[in-house]
């Protein structure tokens, strides 16, 4: 049996239940989640898929290049992306609560990076430079 270690969680990854914790879920993770995780996910009856396809998206770092990306789309303003730590598929695993899959999810949300005054700085140039444009392009 092998042991996998995950911030101080101790997870059994020959432990399996029936039916598999992730059979017919699909999940897509991010570069900066350790191989285990992605590992595990599979060992459970999960499925990898696209950051489009996918119903749970992990990443372990909010300022990681392929994760930067989805704070500004679309779907996370209107809320309908939410990104989660990769800790949580550990936690899952170790302590299954099928009926209360919501509520351990909300735990391990990832947040987006705090951005810097001069990063909020630039982007209230850039908007107020493209407002001037739409309205020079009205005139």
Do not use: C
């Not at 350790?34 to 992990?58: K, N, R």
């Not at 809320?79 to 099928?98: C, G, H, I, K, R």
């Amino acid at each position: 049996t092998h042991t996998h270690t995950h911030t101080g969680l101790a997870v059994m990854a020959e432990r399996r239940l029936d039916p598999p914790l992730f059979r017919g879920k699909t999940a897509w993770f991010s570069a900066s989640v350790a191989d285990d995780a992605v590992e595990l996910w599979g060992q459970h009856g999960g499925f990898l898929a696209s950051v489009d396809d996918a119903q749970f998206l992990f990443s372990d770092n909010s300022e990681a290049a392929d994760t930067v990306p989805l704070f500004s789309s679309a779907a996370f303003r209107d809320e309908t992306l939410t990104l989660f730590q990769s800790a949580w598929v550990f936690e899952y695993v170790q302590n299954p609560q099928p009926e209360r899959v919501l509520y351990s999810l909300a735990r391990w949300t990832l947040a987006p990076p705090i951005k810097t005054a001069e990063q909020q700085q630039q982007q209230q140039e850039n908007r107020q430079q493209q407002k001037e444009q739409q309205q020079q392009q009205q005139q």
